[in-house]
Structures are given as C-alpha cells and as structure tokens.
C-alpha cells in the first residue's frame, strides 16, 4: 500500500516536472534594458537598439537569455516611452524597426528571446486615437477613452494621480475632463470598449507573431475603474486622495484579463510578466494553471521602504526581519499556486545596495550575497542592467537634473509638506527613479563608455572610475564575475534543476535564526538538498542548522569542504553541531 502510494507520488511530481519545463521562462534568466541609457551608437548621448546590439556578445557571456527592453515604441517620452503614440513602430530616438527586426533575430541566433514591455493601461496623449478623441468626444475615438463632466468649474472628483496632481485634465471644451492614472500626457484607455480590447489584442499578436518570447506588462491592475463617487477623504495637503484603493484589481478586471491571455499570450505559449500587486488569496487568479500571467512582479519586498501611498520622504523604519518576513511570504504563497519572478531593481527603483545595505558596507561582498539571496530563489530571476556590476544610487547637484516626473513631484510634494529642501533631495537620493536610470557603466572611458556625446541624457555617476564593466571583466573577484557564476549555477550547472525547479524551505522564517541578520534557506529535490545562507548585517554572524534538519550535524560537517558550492569570502568556517560562522556579508552556497 505504501509502495504504491510513493509511486502514485512520484508520478505525480514527474507529471509536475514536465509540465514545469515545458514553460520554457521557468529556466531562464532574464536581463533587463533600460534602453536609453544601455549604450549609446550614434553619439547623440541616448542609448538605442544598434547600441543593444553591440553589447548581445557580452549579455552572451554574462550568460542570461531573455532580454526585457523597456518600452522603445514611438513617444514623446515625457515617461520614458511608457508615453506611446504608434505601437506599431519604434521611435526614431531609438533606431528603425529594421533595428528591432535584427535585434530580435540576433537574439535568437544566441538563443535569447526578447521581452518587450506593454503599456497598454494608457496611450500617450499624442496617439492618433487620443488626438481624433479631442476633435470629438462624442465620436468612436472619444470612446477610447474616459471622459466625464465636472461639475461647477472642477474636476469629477479628487483623486491624485499617481504621479501628483488631479488625475482628471480639462481638455477645454465646456466642462469636460479625462482621466489619466499617470502623467495627463498618458490618458487611460477605456478598457470596457470592446474595440479598445481588440486593438490591443492585434497588436499584442503583432508582435508576438514577430518571434518575441513575451511580455513585462505595464500597470496592467489599472485597467478596471470604479470612479463611481465625486469626492474621496483628502489625504494629503492638495485635497486630493490617493486612486490606488479605486484603480486597482477592481471587480471585473478578470473577464478582460482573460479575454486577453487566450486570444494572445496563451496560442503563443508566451512568457508574460505582470507589473500588478496581487494580494494572496487573488494570486491563484493571476498566475495560477489557468491564470491570465505566467508570473507577477510582487512589490512587498523592493518597496519596503515606502509607505503605501507612496511618498518616498516618508521612511518607513523597516528592518531585515521584516523584509525577510516580506521575501519569505512572497515565495511561499507564490509557491501555492504558480511560478516567482523575483527581482531586486528595475527601471522604477533606486539601486539596491543603496535601498538594502548602509552606503559604509556597499562593495564586493554586500553586493554579492544580495545577487546571491535573489538568484537562488525560486522563480524566475530578474536582473536590471549595471546591478551585476555593483552600480549605485547617484547625488544630483539639484532638481533640474532630474529627468523623472516622478521625482519632480515628489520634491514637490515634500517640500509642500513641510519639508527642507536639503532633506527632499535627500529623498530623491535615496529614491528617485533616475537612480536606476543613469548611464550604464562600461569602461573608464569618457561618459563611462556609454556615449561618445558631450553631454549623456541623465548625469554619469563619477564613480564610474571604480565600477564599470570593463575593470569587472578583469578582476575575477568582482561582482561582475559573482554574477556571472550565479548565472551559470542557475543555467549549466549540475545544480541547477535543484535551484530552479527545486522546493525553497525558508529556515527560521519568523526570524528565529540565531541573529535577526541573517537570511537563509534551503532549495531542496528528490536528489538534493542546497543551503543559501546569507549575512545580511555588517558584523559576524552564526547561523545553527537543526541537526534533524540537516540529517545528523556530522554528516554535515563532514561533507561541508567538499559540497561547498559558492561563496565570496573563500573561507567559510563552521564551527560544531553544524553551526555556520558568516562574516559580515558572507553569502554561502553549499550541499549537505
Ligand atoms: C510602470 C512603469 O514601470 C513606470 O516606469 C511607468 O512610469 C508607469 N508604469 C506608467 O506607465
């Protein structure tokens, strides 16, 4: 009876497994590009696709084989290109759809696919169907978007938009507004007008009959409105009232997600990654066997530094038990129901040696262990273009060189609250998104090697002297190298079925290790068992592994030196009953 009850189980994990690497995405490693700073070819000071192309042999090395490049469709960019105005072509900045065209296929011929990113929430105000929408509301394009009346000289209602300001714009015609969630030059689409939904199905099967390999989907939880009120309680000094609670998941937005996921992405057995907060008991829904992604970008762990309504002058005093608590929820209730996609930066986030680690420790090893506690988690990982080298959070002189709408708000409304302006620009340190959007950094070469312009579109950080990939490459003890080896360890190694198909078991997961600092788990299969133990603090650290847990602390020491798998120190010591001493920093992969 128990025999067969064990077959009956290996069956069904064997069923499990295969159906796991049919979803080509669950093995990949993805890289993102920011492509207006990536690398710049033409000399103008902005990155563009010829300039991605002249870097593939390098992401080839690095060893990462889907690329997510953020948005590069025609815009008047006022966001970076999430402002689209022809979904159809890539803007002139960035290069000519022959580039994209051969950007795809070289990709391929290097067996990486290419991600592009879908913002499909809003248009820029300069789309054609935005501009025939202004000329007549009342006409078929005027039902593209959302327009309402407002009522004695104001708009609908109070709600802010997420980058400041009402989220309702006159368009100076009697009393008529529409809505826009982001900047008024990026108007909300109206998801309920059923044309809107087949435009946007053909487009999406447009690009995916070119041979991408899938989608990052833009603010994608925005789609459903409930503006059924017109007046919320203010929260803040403007009168205004955070739109999160009636923009978000609303009810409904299931119906147009599906419509959606089986008339594209699902024919095309496409990876899709949505950029959407989903609370766990909703998640099955989302990236569950029939869910609308394949995966979701959780925010409970990168925004963990501010606070819900998002002002990031607001600290929120979070500590490492709490983001561990965050990291460890996030991959347990993933877990329940479909595949992670963890990620530590992208394009919206400051870099994240500055985020986790005191600016004293950011180096080697504080940069290694983070690379290292994000890419032997269980999903797929996501790394953003210069964090395998170690890139940081830039000072600015003042507020003009700040390209982000973002961050100008956000000093503004600081400084509304209250607050000096040597401490605002201290915000934007801390947080802007320009942070993560600076040049890349490949050389000691003028403008880091990113541009042979005078002047670069954003500010070069100086410390590109130190960090950059071309001195990486030649010191085999960098972060460079470190990642590299991640990469492989994922990809090539015997191991890697284990780290990427493999259980996570979070060891103390209420924070019960021997010190509040250290992160640490276990990747374990049927054949193997691997722990990834991290320091997440600047002083030594213990780690005491439960002898039952590991199968005897002998069997654990005596097989220590030679399972050891990776680690940044080269000198790891265990003391006995299997108790691991970790330096400051330390980050150790190993086999018991
Ligand atoms: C999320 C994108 O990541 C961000 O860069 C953009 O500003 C907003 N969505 C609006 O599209």
């Not at 089986?262 to 990876?271: I, L």
């Not at 609370?279 to 970008?297: Q, S, W």
């Amino acid at each position: 009876m128990e025999d067969r009850m064990e077959n009956k189980n290996e069956m069904t994990r064997s069923r499990k497994e295969a159906a796991d690497r049919a979803d080509w995405w669950k093995s990949a490693v993805v890289y993102q590009i920011y492509p207006k700073s990536f690398q710049d070819s033409s000399g103008n000071g902005f990155g563009d696709i010829r300039g991605i192309l002249s870097r593939l042999d390098y992401l080839t090395w690095l060893g990462v084989n889907v690329l997510w490049i953020c948005p590069i469709y025609r815009s008047p960019m006022v966001d970076n290109g999430y402002d689209i105005a022809d979904y159809y072509h890539v803007d002139p900045s960035f290069g000519t759809d022959e580039d994209l065209d051969e950007l795809i296929r070289e990709a391929e011929k290097r067996g990486m696919k290419i991600l592009m990113d879908l913002v499909v929430n809003h248009t820029s105000d300069q789309h054609a169907w935005f501009q025939e929408a202004l000329k007549d509301p009342e006409g078929p394009y005027g039902k593209y978007y959302i327009f309402r009346k407002g009522k004695d000289g104001k708009a609908p209602d109070n709600l802010r938009s997420y980058f400041g300001g009402s989220a309702w714009e006159p368009v100076g015609r009697g009393d008529l507004y529409y809505f826009h969630a982001f900047a008024k030059e990026q108007p909300d689409l109206n998801w309920e007008n059923e044309a809107v939904r087949e435009e946007i199905s053909r487009m999406v099967n447009y690009w995916l009959d070119k041979g991408i390999g899938g989608f990052r989907i833009d603010a994608i939880g925005n789609i459903k409105k409930n503006l059924t009120r017109s007046y919320y309680e203010p929260d803040g000094e403007d009168g205004l009232a955070y739109a999160g609670a009636w923009i978000q998941n609303q009810p409904g937005i299931e119906d147009f997600l599906r419509e959606l996921d089986e008339k594209t992405f699902r024919p095309h057995n496409s990876m899709t990654v949505a950029e959407v907060g989903v609370p766990a008991e909703r998640l099955e829904d989302f990236i569950g066997e029939n869910g609308f992604f394949r995966m979701v970008f959780d925010f409970s762990y990168t925004d963990i530094d501010v606070p819900e309504t998002a002002e990031w002058y607001v600290p929120t005093g979070w500590t490492v038990k709490d983001f561990r608590n965050n990291l460890f929820r996030s991959q347990l209730d993933t877990r329940k129901v479909g595949w992670a996609a963890p990620y530590l930066e992208n394009h919206d986030q400051p870099r994240s040696l500055n985020k986790y680690i005191p600016e004293e420790d950011i180096g080697y090893y504080s940069a290694s262990m983070l690379g290292t506690l994000f890419l032997c988690l269980r999903g797929t990982p996501f790394i953003y273009q210069g964090q395998e080298i170690g890139m940081t959070n830039i000072r600015m002189d003042s507020l003009a060189d700040y390209d982000d709408v973002a961050s100008v708000d956000q000093y503004h409304r600081a400084v509304q609250h209250g607050i000096s302006r040597e401490e605002a620009m201290e915000a934007l340190y801390r947080r802007s998104r320009d942070n993560g959007r600076i040049p890349m950094q490949w050389s000691g070469k003028r403008n880091a090697g990113f541009s042979e312009n005078e002047k670069t579109w954003l500010k070069v950080n100086p410390n590109y002297l130190n960090i950059n990939v071309e001195k990486e490459m030649e010191e085999p003890e960098s972060v460079l190298h470190f990642y590299r080896k991640l990469i492989a360890l994922r990809r090539e190694s015997e191991y890697a079925d284990t780290l990427v198909y493999g259980e996570l078991v979070p060891i103390c997961p209420e924070g019960g290790a021997e010190s509040e600092d250290v992160i640490a788990y276990f990747r374990e299969d049927a054949g193997r068992r691997l722990l990834v133990a991290c320091n997440f603090g600047g002083k030594e650290q213990k780690l005491s592994l439960d002898a039952a847990v590991v199968n005897g602390a002998d069997a654990a020491l005596q097989m220590r030196e030679k399972q050891m798998i990776l680690d940044n120190y080269g000198k790891t010591r265990w003391e006995k009953d299997g108790i691991l001493c970790l330096h400051p920093y330390e980050c150790v992969i190993c086999e018991l």
